[in-house]
Antibody, heavy 122, light 107 residues
Framework: QVQLVESGGAVVQPGMSLRLSCAASEFTFRNFAMHWFRQAPGKGLEWVAVISYDGSSQSSADSVKGRFTLSRDNSKNTLYLQMNSLRDEDTAVYYC???????????????WGQGTLVTVSS | DIQMTQSPSSLSASVGDRVTITCRASLSFINYFNWYQQKPGKAPNLLIYATSTLQSGVPSRFSGSASGTDFTLTINSLQPEDFATYYCQQTHISPYTFGQGTKLEIK
C-alpha cells in the first residue's frame, strides 16, 4: 500500500545539523508535492515546509525559515529535510506527508509517515 | 497566520455517545478545512477534508460541517477505537495551521 517511511532522527547538540529522509513507495512520487510536519513532545501539530512535485519551489514556516531546506530525488522516491542551526525548540517528531490538491476541495495530507524523533539537547 | 481555536481541549464520553468538537478560525471565508485523528505514538490519520468530505475508509459515524468561522467534527455512536486526540487544520492559506487538539477519553 501507499507508504512513507521517515529516517534520520537523532540526538544532536544545539547548533548542529541533521538531515531527515522520507522514502515513498507504491505511488508516483514525482507527481506530488510533499510536506513536513512536526510535533513537539506532548504538544500539537505544526506545519514545517513544503516542496513542489519537481523540487523547483519550496516554502517553510517562519520558525524554520533560513535554517531548514527541503530537497527531493524523484529517481529515488525520496524526500529530504536538511536542518541546520538546530535549536532546543526544534525537538519534535517529524512527519512527512503527501499532498493532494484540487481547486475544488483544497489540500489534504495523506498518508503520513510514522515519524522520526529529533532531540536537540546539550 | 490564521489562528485555529479548538474546543474543548479534553472531553470524556461513553461508548455510544454523540460528541462534537469545534474549531473557530480567526479569518472568515475559509473554504478548506481538515480533521485528523491521532492515537498515542502514531501519526495523524486524515478523517475529513474540504470541511465535510469523508476520507476513504473512514466510518460514516464521523461527519464535518461549518457555519461561518466555526467548523465542527461530530462523532455519532462512539466506538472504543474512537478514543484518541483530534486536530483541526485549515489549508486555506499557508502556513497550514492546526487547532490545539481535543483529547477524547473514556468516561
Amino acid at each position: 500500500q501507499v507508504q512513507l517511511v521517515e529516517s534520520g532522527g537523532a540526538v544532536v547538540q544545539p547548533g548542529m545539523s541533521l538531515r531527515l529522509s522520507c522514502a515513498a513507495s507504491e505511488f508516483t512520487f514525482r507527481n506530488f508535492a510533499m510536506h513536513w510536519f512536526r510535533q513537539a513532545p506532548g504538544k500539537g501539530l505544526e506545519w514545517v515546509a513544503v516542496i513542489s512535485y519537481d523540487g523547483s519551489s519550496q516554502s517553510s514556516a517562519d520558525s524554520v525559515k533560513g535554517r531548514f531546506t527541503l530537497s527531493r530525488d524523484n529517481s529515488k522516491n525520496t524526500l529530504y529535510l536538511q536542518m541546520n542551526s538546530l535549536r532546543d525548540e526544534d525537538t519534535a517528531v517529524y512527519y512527512c506527508a503527501r499532498e493532494f490538491y484540487t481547486a475544488a476541495i483544497g489540500r489534504r495530507f495523506e498518508p503520513w509517515g510514522q515519524g522520526t524523533l529529533v532531540t536537540v539537547s546539550s | 497566520d490564521i489562528q485555529m481555536t479548538q474546543s474543548p481541549s479534553s472531553l470524556s464520553a461513553s461508548v455510544g455517545d454523540r460528541v462534537t468538537i469545534t474549531c473557530r478560525a480567526s479569518l472568515s471565508f475559509i473554504n478548506y478545512f481538515n480533521w485528523y485523528q491521532q492515537k498515542p505514538g502514531k501519526a495523524p490519520n486524515l478523517l475529513i477534508y474540504a470541511t465535510s468530505t469523508l476520507q476513504s475508509g473512514v466510518p460514516s459515524r464521523f461527519s464535518g460541517s461549518a457555519s461561518g468561522t466555526d467548523f465542527t467534527l461530530t462523532i455519532n455512536s462512539l466506538q472504543p477505537e474512537d478514543f484518541a486526540t483530534y486536530y483541526c487544520q485549515q489549508t486555506h492559506i499557508s502556513p497550514y495551521t492546526f487547532g490545539q487538539g481535543t483529547k477524547l477519553e473514556i468516561k
